[in-house]
Nanobody
Framework: VTLVESGGGLVQAGGSLRLSCEAS????????VAWFRQAPGKEEERVAD????????NYADSVKGRFAISRDNAQNTVNLQMNALKPEDTAVYSC?????????????WGQGTRVTVSS
């Protein structure tokens, strides 16, 4: 499975950005796709995840009510709509997929896209 992210950039606080993650390869093996973020000096955080089959979602408390993850199975894409962005949302956002693992770990990763929120 190959993952390619797009949509990062610079935005002012309160603004919105939409990240996309396009998957290719062994799509039928996908179980879950998630967005993680890594900010300087902070631990990696799983922002949101979505079941490829059922569409059920989970969110980190820090983004609930502001971010929305969705999937487009026809386009093999997972999107992360980010609204009401805050400076503390600044990070490198990476898409990850769990495919064929027995423990649900994320075993495929994209290259990451940088999001910068200015105050």
């Amino acid at each position: 499975v190959t993952l390619v992210e797009s949509g990062g950039g610079l935005v002012q606080a309160g603004g919105s950005l939409r990240l996309s993650c396009e998957a290719s390869g062994s799509i039928l093996r996908l179980d879950s796709v998630a967005w993680f973020r890594q900010a300087p000096g902070k631990e990696e955080e799983r922002v949101a995840d979505i079941s490829w089959r059922s569409g059920s979602t989970n969110y980190a408390d820090s983004v609930k009510g502001r971010f929305a993850i969705s999937r487009d199975n026809a386009q093999n894409t997972v999107n992360l709509q980010m609204n009401a962005l805050k400076p503390e949302d600044t990070a490198v956002y990476s898409c990850a997929a769990s495919a064929g693992t027995s423990d649900g770990r994320y075993n495929y990763w994209g290259q990451g896209t940088r999001v910068t929120v200015s105050s």
